[in-house]
Structures are given as structure tokens and as C-alpha cells.
């Protein structure tokens, strides 16, 4: 056991990660109708705080190289493979475990106030726990099939959640179609680790990695894993074409979406990529179908989040948009730049998603755009963090997103022009939707009735503070990692490097640009972004343009706002013919042809008991003459054989 | 002596359930079934220290033809007896509150039931095998016929045929098989070693015998029995049939099939495999857009014992491991899935998903626990299923590749139907029916609760399940591999 040579010091905190929200679930979920409610909310937000003071500690004191693992106890095992429960601590958990934690703390914080009104605040708070739980357990897992625990967990706890309100039957089914697409995925993670279980024989990040290399490079046995493991990541990470279960998962209450978007759950596909870098890095064909598929998402998202006048929907295009970048950044093998802009968009997202929260909070539940405006005046604080979240997510100089997106782009430009032209494009498109968003919400004079108007209100402090915290974080999170291009030091890729390392000698090696063309590529983007924001702003502020009325939509905004009908698409091709074909199977199957032979069977027997019956005469000379008969027969049987 | 303890007990429970009258039969039953109960760990713990060799018992009986009493508890018959004696008490306490006629008579013929199964896992002679086998069916035939729904006589009289000509053709195949063995008895130790016989007649040999289990199991096509049965019996009937019975086809896959034919089942066994996969597929679709609860939840028990017994087919120690696991997984499962469809009707006195719904706005208790008993069937990671299905399908991939993907279908259909099921009948706004939905009473909290914590802890810490059949396992797994 390595365990005894680890310092116990850490090993101590490590364990206490995920068992403070597994208490905090435990006791709200089973004592939480005794407690008030107050103290449950404020019990699960400590839990988080207990995990993410663990981990800080872990960060602090942790030394570079030196990894835990924590081998726990033997899970499954049948013939010679033995499949552990363990945990792993390296850089790329340590950076996971701090997001997750760390936003995570931040939203419950602004739950308590925000749920504060709901009858099911400790239920809300039970399931809250369990999710930072089990995403907790997915980042932690030493084999594939721990994160798989995580992995299917978080999928149970957004079906919970996003069925939150389980009176309201859309929102159920919203809830469901996440659980059901994530389980397609699912599907091909499970798959993929058949595949490793089978030829590598473990499921060990490093085992796995190690005879992987042994491969070498464009082996088809990988490129298969690979892609069933991306099937998986896509179903999770919301890509095509999996991907149109987050924006059903508004349906929760918005917490939840800031929780599913930023802290947890999306992260997962994005994580699991970059934990098996190694295994995608030997094969540039399935980080090909990333890429595309990641460029695809994102383009295709960003259109669709155009013409969406639901507040939460747009963010929720805006997710599935910027995942797409995060993909396309794996897709060019730049893992660690796409972790970068995981965990700046967390920040990011995280505030937009809870500023939106407090705006719904503000005007009692309204959603739509269309009834909103002018609420800069009423809701500063939320305003002035919307808008500074805007300008980090359409990556204005110097805001965390400008960071990282522009390093991603900055890898698209050495890999293909095409690709930068379309990148570039759909971070333009988010820039405009996003200003779009802030006009239509913030300015010109308030568009809803004079009831809501009367009323409208900044939220309290307990919603306040977490989005002035995640907007302190959206300001400077982007200089943990300033272009090495330009002579910086990148402290998040160095801090990553040990994790990203191994998978480098396998992938496409690019010389830095230019200075020159590297500062010029950053100063067209962000003057282009800027332009877009402009624009945004003579059409809706100046020119108080209005989002039209959806029935009089038509030709392509038509498609557009119906999400390019990919719903309607799904719905006909699979959902309708399975639910005819499970009829058929019934009706035709079962009922028609099995039945009928199983029922034909037993008339033949019976109509032949019938006929024999005859036999059964009762004359004793002709049962002595069968008997005779039968008896030669016995005996002719046994002789011959 | 410890065999026979374990084996008698429930036929003696059964006589005093049936002399000590109505009033008190049901504690009767649940005091005799608890002591069964704790007779199997002791025998668990016995078995850990010291094997098999402690319950092995050999007496004649007959001898012309040869039958003797032998009977014995490997690996494989123990895990059967745990599971037989682990779900009786869940199954006879489920009973509890409600207004059973005859209940004298009806808790003796579950312990009567519960005596002839536990006599199937135990008995290492073919035809006392053979008679325990046949014994089981009289006891679920009078349950679904006296207390069965309003169909019960037509179906049950088809249900009772059908099983019943499909054992026959096994008897056959039995005699053919004494005759074949030069010591002609029908000792198991025996016929899994014989080498006279050839491959031609192993070939129909297979047929016979495989035909009576598949149709007990059921493999499809050979299942149209099952929907009706399960939904006219009464609750304790479905649970024994689907908890326990079906699981005597798929043990007896194991003991009576592979070793005995291992070269019918090289030449068949790939078709057995097709079959029992497009099972799984096949019974999910339709399990989508069941209205019944019960004919819903017969439709998925269908699909997963589908999936067990594709793990015998795949002979190899991860399908077949999975196979064990997931007999006791889908035990506890399809017993908590059923009691759960009980309270329902029980409440609401109907079984039409249409009439339900919103039973969790004033059953929060009844949720949670019928939520875990779903999770647990839709193999969520931490669940008995997980383990069993992980394997399961493993199993199958490395037979092939592309099996795998189809039956791994069940992943994403068994959360289709499932959480469908959960949706209509838990969520939503209450109806008519549902309004005055009491929560669970204790009796009823005991019962599901039970089932919860046995979903996690085998499916958190499974070892001592696998490593308890596991050496049984491999025996017949050496024994079906040599042709």
C-alpha cells in the first residue's frame, strides 16, 4: 500500500472533499423535515465550504509532482481484472475541485436566498449536495469506472432537479430527455471502457495511458475508444448531436442551470477529455471529429442564441456555444488551453446565470426579454455584474474570456485558417446576442406592466455578494494565464503541464506566432467584439428595436427561433417509430404470430389426446396386445443401441 | 443435517401456517420465514470456513430406476438459497394489511413454495431435481388460480401447461441421459462428466432441456405466458414468480444445461444467445408504451432476465459472474418494483398509468423509496444492477463486439420506459385517485426499505456475492467448455 509512504496529512482532507456533501446530503435528506429551514440551506452551503477549504489546502500544500492516490477497496473483479474504488489528486483535479467547490459554495450561498420562498428548500438543497457530491466523485475516481459513478450521478441529479418543480409536467419532460440523452451518451462511455477493460485490461487513468502509447499513433483499436468515449463527452457536455437537452434544462430553477452550466456537469465531458489526453493525442482522426464537431456546436448554437428572447435560453445557447470552443480547442490538442476556458467560462457563466436569476427574482418570474428593459436603474448591482459578465464572455481586453478564448483561437489560426474565420465568426455572434440581451434587459424604459413595475427590486445580499465575488473572479481570472506568446509566463499551464505532458510528443507541434501577428489577431477580435457590441447597441438602445412577436416570424428567423427544428427532427426519426414499433411488437408479435403458435401447439396436443383417447377403449385383450407391443419395442431399442 | 434443516423448515413452516388458522398465519409464516432466514447466514458462515463439504448429503431412495436423495450447496446453491430465503420474508411481510381470504391457507403455499424452490438449488440428483422442480409449479398454480384477478382461471390454466410440457421435454431428455450413464443414475456429478455421448445427440438434447428453462425464464419467443400471469396473479404470486421461480430457469441454465450438454451448447448456444438479446431490445420496445403497471414491469423484468441469460451464453467468467450478481439484483428489484405497483393499486384500486399521478405531492416517503428501487432497476452506479449489468454486458462484448452494442441498448430504453412509469404515475398534479394516497404504513416501510439498503450495499460493495460463486462458476465453465 503507497498509501502509508503519502503524508496523512493530506490524504485527510482528500477524503473530506466528497464526504462533507455526502454528510450534508445524508443529514438534510434524512433529518431535513425536523430541522428549520434556514439551517438546512445554510448546513449544505458549509458542506461546500468544508470541501472547498479542503481543497484549497490540497492546492497550497501540495507538492508539484507528487500526486495522491488513495486506493480504497477492491469494487468488482472477475477473472484477472480487478476494478478499485479510489481516488486520484493531481493538478487537473485540484483545478476541477476548486471550480466545483468554489462556484459551487457560491450558489448555494444564493440559493438560501433565492429558494427562500419554495416548500421544497431542503428538498432543493438535499439534491444540491448529492450533485456537488457526485461531481466531486467524478473528478476524484483513480479508474474510468469511479468517474463513471460521478458521471451517471450528476445525470440522475439533474434529472432531479431540472424536475425540481415536479407538478409542472413540461418541466418533467425536460428533465427526462436530459437523463435519456445523457444515458445515449453514456452508452458509448461504457462502451469505450469495454474496450480498454478488454485490450489494456484496466481502467486506470495510467495503466490505460501506458499501454495506449505502447500502440503508437492512428491505431484503430484507439480511434474507436476514442470516439466512444467523445459520444459520451458529448452527451454530457451538450454537443451535437446530443446537445438539446441543456437548453430544457432552464426548467429547473436557476440555480440549477448556473450549477449544471458552470460548476458541474457540462465540465464532465471536457474533463474526461483532457484526463484521457494521452488515449485522444494518438488519435488525430477522432480529435478531427472534435474539432468539427466542436466548430459546428458552437456556429450552430450561437445562431440559434440570436433570435432567442427567453433570458435563460440565450445563456443556454451561449453554453452549448462555448463548449463548442472548448471542443474545438481539444480537437486541436490544446488540452490545456481548453481547461482554461472551462474554468474562466465557469466564472463567467456562473454570474451571468445567477445575475439572470436575480433579474427573474426581481420581476417575479418574468423570462421574456421582450416584457423587460430599463432595469439598470432598479437593480444596479445585478446590472453592473450582467454587464461586466457580458464583457467577459464576448472576450473584451482585459476580462477573463478575452484570455482564454483568444488562446483558442490563437491555436485555430496556426491550425487552419477556415477554422479561426468560423471561430471567430460565432465569438462575434455571442458578443452581439450577449449585448443584445444586456440592452433589452437593462435599457431604455421598463416594457412589462405597471403591477411587476411597482415591484421590481434588487434581490438581497445573500444574492448579491456571490455575483459581486464571481465578478471579481470574471475580471482578473484571466491572468492566471497571460500568452506565453508575448514572453508571460502561463501560470495555468504550467500548473496543468504535468497532466497535459504526456500527450505532447503525439500532437501537430506549432511554432509561437509572431508577436506581432499574435497582438494583431488579439486587437482585430476585440475591436471586431467591440464593433458587435456597438452595433447591438444602436439597434436595440438607440434605434429601441424590439424582438418580433414569434407568430410573425418567417423564412429563416422562422427556422432559427424553432432551433432549426432539431427537436421536431428527432422526434419524427426516432421517438415516433420506436413508439410504433413497440405497437407492433405487441399487437403483431406477441399477440398475433407468438401467441397463435403457442395456442396452435396446444390445440394439436389436445385434438390428438382426443384421437388417442379412442384407444383407451376398455378392452383389456388390446392394452395387453399394446403392452406386448411396447415392450418388443424397449427391448429392440436397448439391443440396437 | 444442515442441507435438510434448511430445506425442511419452510414444508414444517408450511403445515403450521396451515393448522394455526387465519389470524395467525401471517406471523406464523414471517416468524418461521425470519428463522429460515437466519439459518442461511449461519449457513453462509459455515460455508466461508469450511466449504461445501459440511452440506453434502447421499442417501438411495429408489434403486431401480436409481434415484437418490443427493443434495448438496456449492457456491452457486448457496447464492440461490440466500436469494430464496432473503426475498420470502420480504415477499410474506408484503402480504401484511391486506385483506387475504384464506389467509391460513395461502401463507402455507407460499412456504410450500418457498420449500420446493429451495429443493431445486439443492438437489445434485436429476430426477429429485426433476420432482422439485415440478413441485413449485402446484403451489403458484393454486395462488394465481383461488387468489388471482378476474382472467386468473383462463390464464393460469395456460400458464400451467405451458411450463409444464416444456419440463416434460426436459424429463425426456433426463431418462435419454440415465440411460446414456453406465452407472445409470441421475447423479449431477455424473452426467456433467459423461463422454458417451455424442454430438449429434447433444444437439437435441439441448432443445429438450433448454426448451422447459426458457420457457420458465422466459426467453423470447417463449414468454407469452408471462404478461398475463404476472398481472392476474395476486402480489405475492408476481413477486415469487418474477423474484424467485424465473431464476430457477437461469440457474438451471447453469447446472442442468451447460455441464450436462457442453456440446449442444457449443452448436446451439450462439443461437440461445441471439435469442435472449433480441429479448432484451425486443421486450424494452414494447415495455415503452405499456399503459398497465403491471404488464409495464413484466414487460421489463422480461427484458432484463433477457440480459441474464445472455450472460450464460457468453461462457465467459465476466457474463457469467454478471449472470449470479444480477439474479439477486433483479430479485430485490423486481420484488420492490412489484410491491411498489401493490401499493399503487392497492390505494387506487387501479392499474392504468392514465388514472395515476402525482402520487408524490402526498407521499413523499412512498417516492423517495420507490425512486431508489427505479434507480436501482435502470442500473445507476452504486446500484445492485450496476454490478450485475457492468458485468453482464462486458460478458457479451467480448463474445462479440457488436451484441454488446445491441443489448447495451438497454441502458438507454430501460430509463425510457422506467422513468416514463415514474413520471406518470409519481409527478404531475394529483387525479381523482391518487388525491387520498396515505403514505407508507410501517409495515409497508420495512418492506421497501430493506429492499433500498440491500440496492446500495450489494451494489457499493459486491465482492462477497462474486467471490462466493465465483469457484462454482469456473467449474462449470471448465465443464461447458470441454466438447
Known sequence: MNNLLQDTALIFPALLIPLFPLIGFMVNGVFGKYLPKQITGWLASLAILGSFICAAYLFLNMNKGSNINIDMFEWISFAHIQIGFGFLIDPLTLIMLLVITGIGFLIHLYSISYMHEDEGFTRFFTYLNMFVFFMLLLVMGNNYLVMFIGWEGVGLCSYLLIGFWFKNNAYNNAAKKAFIMNRIGDLGFLLGMFFMLFYFGSLNYDVVANEAAKLGINNSLITITTILLFVGASGKSAQIPLYTWLPDAMAGPTPVSALIHAATMVTAGIYMIVRSNVLFALSPITLEVILIVGILTSVMAAIIGLLQNDIKKVLAYSTVSQLGLMFCALGMGAFSSGMFHVVTHAFFKALLFLGSGSVIHALHGEQDIRNMGGLAKYTKVTFYTFFIGSLAISGIFPFAGFFSKDEILAHAFQENIVVWIILTTSSLITAFYMFRLVYLTFFNEFRGTEDVKKHIHESPALMTIPLVVLTILSVIGGFMGLPEGLGFTHAFGNFLSEVTAPSLPYLKQHQHLSHATEIGLMIFAVVAALSMIVWARIKYVKNKELPAADESLTGLNKIISNKFYVDEFYNNIIVKPITVLSDLFLVLIDKLIIDLAVNATAWVVSATGKTLRLLQNGNTGFYVFAMVIGMIVLLLIRVIL | ?483
Not at chain 2, 26 to 51: D, H, N, P, Q, W
Not at chain 2, 189 to 205: I, R
Not at chain 2, 223 to 235: C, G, N
Open chain 2, 1 to 483: 443435517m444442515m442441507t435438510i434443516y434448511i430445506l425442511l423448515l419452510p414444508l414444517l413452516a408450511s403445515l403450521i401456517a396451515l393448522a394455526a388458522g387465519n389470524k395467525f398465519a401471517s406471523r406464523l409464516a414471517l416468524f418461521f420465514s425470519a428463522a429460515e432466514l437466519l439459518l442461511t447466514v449461519y449457513a453462509y458462515i459455515i460455508f466461508t470456513k469450511e466449504g461445501y463439504a459440511p452440506f453434502a448429503i447421499q442417501h438411495a431412495w429408489i434403486s431401480s430406476p436409481s434415484i437418490s436423495i443427493n443434495m448438496g450447496v456449492d457456491g452457486l446453491s448457496l447464492l440461490m438459497v440466500i436469494l430464496t430465503n432473503l426475498i420470502s420474508p420480504l415477499i410474506i411481510l408484503s402480504a401484511f394489511n391486506r385483506n387475504i381470504e384464506n389467509a391460513s391457507r395461502y401463507f402455507a403455499l407460499i412456504l410450500f413454495m418457498q420449500f420446493a424452490m429451495l429443493g431445486v438449488f439443492i438437489s445434485f440428483d436429476g430426477l429429485l431435481y426433476y420432482i422439485f422442480w415440478e413441485l413449485a409449479l402446484i403451489p403458484i398454480y393454486f395462488i394465481a388460480l383461488n387468489w388471482g384477478g378476474k382472467n386468473r382461471v383462463a390464464v393460469t390454466l395456460k400458464f400451467f401447461i405451458y411450463t409444464l410440457a416444456g419440463s416434460l421435454l426436459m424429463l425426456v431428455g433426463f431418462i435419454y441421459l440415465y440411460w446414456k450413464n453406465p452407472n445409470h443414475t441421475f447423479n449431477w456429478h455424473e452426467l456433467s462428466a459423461l463422454t458417451n455421448v455424442c454430438s449429434c445427440d447433444q444437439s437435441w438434447l439441448f432443445w429438450l432441456i433448454f426448451i422447459a428453462f426458457a420457457i420458465k425464464i422466459p426467453i423470447v419467443p417463449f414468454h407469452t405466458w408471462q404478461a398475463d400471469t404476472y398481472s392476474e396473479s395476486p402480489t405475492q404470486g408476481t413477486m415469487l414468480l418474477s423474484g424467485i421461480m424465473l431464476k430457477m430457469g437461469i440457474y438451471s441454465l447453469f447446472r442442468w444445461l451447460l455441464p450436462i450438454v457442453p456440446a449442444g451448447v457449443a452448436q446451439w448456444g450462439p443461437l440461445a444467445l441471439t435469442l435472449c438479446i433480441i429479448g432484451v431490445v425486443y421486450a424494452s420496445v414494447i415495455a415503452i408504451m405499456q399503459g398497465d403497471l403491471k404488464r409495464l414491469l413484466a414487460y421489463s423484468s422480461l427484458s432484463h432476465v433477457g440480459l441474464i441469460a445472455a450472460g450464460v451464453f457468453v461462457l465467459n467468467s465476466s457474463g457469467m459472474q454478471g449472470a449470479a450478481v444480477q439474479m439477486l439484483a433483479h430479485a430485490i428489484n423486481v420484488v420492490g418494483l412489484f410491491y411498489c405497483a401493490d401499493i399503487i393499486i392497492n390505494r387506487t384500486g387501479t392499474s392504468n398509468l392514465y388514472l395515476l399521478g402525482g402520487i408524490r405531492n402526498v407521499a413523499p416517503r412512498f417516492n423517495t423509496l420507490f425512486m431508489i428501487v427505479v434507480l436501482g432497476s435502470v442500473a445507476l452506479p452504486l446500484t445492485n444492477a450496476f454490478i450485475g449489468e457492468f458485468l453482464l454486458l462486458f460478458g457479451v462484448y467480448t463474445y462479440n463486439t457488436w451484441l454488446a452494442v445491441f443489448a447495451g441498448l438497454t441502458i438507454i430504453l430501460g430509463a425510457v420506459y422506467m422513468l416514463r412509469m415514474f413520471q406518470i404515475t409519481m409527478l404531475g398534479n394529483t387525479s381523482e385517485h391518487t388525491a387520498q394516497f396515505n403514505d407508507l404504513s410501517i409495515n409497508e416501510s420495512i418492506v421497501l426499505g430493506t429492499i433500498a439498503i440491500l440496492i446500495f450495499v450489494t451494489g457499493i460493495y459486491p465482492k462477497p456475492i462474486i467471490e462466493l460463486v465465483q469457484p462454482t462458476l469456473e467449474v462449470i465453465l471448465n465443464k461447458a467448455l470441454i466438447k
